[in-house]
């Protein structure tokens, strides 16, 4: 799911998606709804829908308000790769995100994950890993379509400069100069998907940077690392990296609405403290202080926190 806006513009953004969900032609008791990448849940009237919606719940009396529907989880260790799109020269974004991608393997957030599962009960682990990056000088130019974002990933893997892996997100890291034509700072601030790139089903992420429109994308204006963009990446990739985690072909974990997990817990944080600077933060992550947003706990009956158990 595209990870949605903060504030003002989420009611907004939240009455728009409920007016596409009630504009069709059918909201009765049987509805289910599956992930678009949009935002929001895309009513499912494929024959046999509201059955499969059955079937996935059928023996769980307490589903955790979340569902499994059959399709892949991502196993074993995953690794996080950055794709540095635009000028980046003078921000310190790089180090905190680095820092970011080296830490959150085996941190009690992740862990989260390890509650969700594929078809052969085979758990998610809690095993993450930085993988590398790449450069990229606008070779799509300043307004990104999401074709060009796959583009993008696409290039820096089959030009050697990041390896193919099917067990990697990719994530296209914008700088503020950038935008994303389908939606960035107006429905969205990040989202992932996947697409054959090479041959082969590579999960990537577009997550632009929140300087552009801090009002929208970023939960406060002076931030633990004291670079709001960079603070406010962090929570957006935490968010895309545990969705592409556990339904990475959409098709795997998500509620009746079409929400993934993080989709539930969007910009709630739950308990905060207070970092030297004034900023608010909820846990640390190697030597740094980061604001994250929470997760969907897939137990005792499904919560929002970031830690499990």
Request: negative net charge.
């Amino acid at each position: 799911m595209r990870f949605a806006l903060r504030a003002g513009l989420l009611g907004a953004l939240t009455l728009t998606a409920m007016l596409a969900q009630a504009g069709g032609v059918k909201t009765d008791d049987e509805s289910v709804y599956r992930p678009t990448g949009k935002g929001y849940g895309e009513l499912d009237d494929s024959p046999g829908a509201f059955a499969r919606w059955k079937a996935a719940t059928k023996g769980s009396p307490t589903t955790n308000g979340i569902n499994y529907h059959g399709g892949p989880v991502m196993l074993g260790t995953n690794k996080i790769y950055y794709i540095w799109y635009g000028n980046w020269t003078g921000n310190n974004a790089p180090a905190i995100l680095t820092d970011f991608a080296q830490n959150i393997g085996g941190s009690p957030y992740f862990n989260i994950n390890t509650a969700y599962y594929n078809g052969s009960n085979a758990h998610v682990s809690n095993s993450v890993l930085y993988g590398g990056y790449a450069n990229d000088n606008y070779s799509q130019g300043t307004s990104l379509s999401d074709a060009q974002i796959q583009t993008v990933v696409a290039n820096a893997i089959t030009t050697g400069a990041l390896p193919k892996d099917t067990n990697g997100v990719y994530f296209v890291l914008t700088s503020a100069d950038v935008t994303a034509s389908s939606g960035f700072c107006t429905q969205y601030c990040g989202w992932h998907t996947h697409g054959t790139i090479d041959g082969s089903d590579i999960k990537y992420s577009f997550v632009g940077n929140p300087d552009r429109c801090p009002s929208s994308c970023a939960a406060q204006t002076t931030s633990p690392n004291g670079n709001a963009g960079a603070d406010g990446m962090a929570s957006i990739i935490a968010h895309e990296l545990e969705e592409a985690v556990t339904d990475p072909d959409l098709n795997a974990w998500y509620d009746r609405r079409g929400y993934e997990n993080a989709d539930k817990c969007a910009w709630t944080f739950g308990t905060e403290s207070t970092a030297s600077n004034g900023s608010k933060y909820n846990m640390t992550l190697g030597s740094r202080q980061y604001l994250i947003q929470r997760n969907w706990v897939n137990a005792s009956g499904g919560y929002c926190d970031v830690k499990y158990p």
